[in-house]
């Protein structure tokens, strides 16, 4: 997906609000969307302000940088710090309890498993 469109679904437009945006019909910014027109330094700078991004991101195809929405990060945020919080409960877990059978009889160690012997 080009950086066009990638900006305009990110932020729920259509391709006729964004045309309007820059003073061109649909039709047409659809062929810039499709890279079968150039898009002028004037729309790119209007585009660039729009989506608050800089004009270097939007006209460099070398540059792969992926945006995302303020939700769109907190919910990153937020699912890493679940996925923290399940590791530490699995390394506690593993610490808690360790059981071993003896040859007689069984036995029950509370601690760190790693250094039963």
């Known amino acids: 997906m080009n950086k066009l469109k990638y900006l ?6 259509s391709q006729n609000e964004i045309a309007l945006a820059i003073n061109m019909s ?3 910014y659809a062929k810039i969307e499709r890279a ?3 898009l002028t330094k004037y729309q790119a700078n209007i ?11 939007l006209l460099d195809e070398n540059n792969k940088d992926i945006l995302i929405t303020e939700d769109q990060y907190l919910k990153l945020i937020q699912s890493r710090d679940v996925i923290n919080d399940i590791e ?6 593993k610490k808690e ?9 069984s036995k029950i160690v509370i601690g760190d ?3 039963v012997k």
């Open 8 to 13: 305009r679904s990110l932020n729920k437009k």
């Open 26 to 28: 649909q039709s047409n």
């Open 36 to 38: 079968e027109v150039a």
């Open 47 to 57: 585009l660039a302000n729009f989506y608050n991004v800089s004009m270097s991101y």
């Open 88 to 93: 530490k409960a699995v390394e506690n877990a």
């Open 97 to 105: 309890v360790h059981v071993t059978m003896g040859d007689n009889n």
């Open 113 to 115: 498993h790693n250094k």
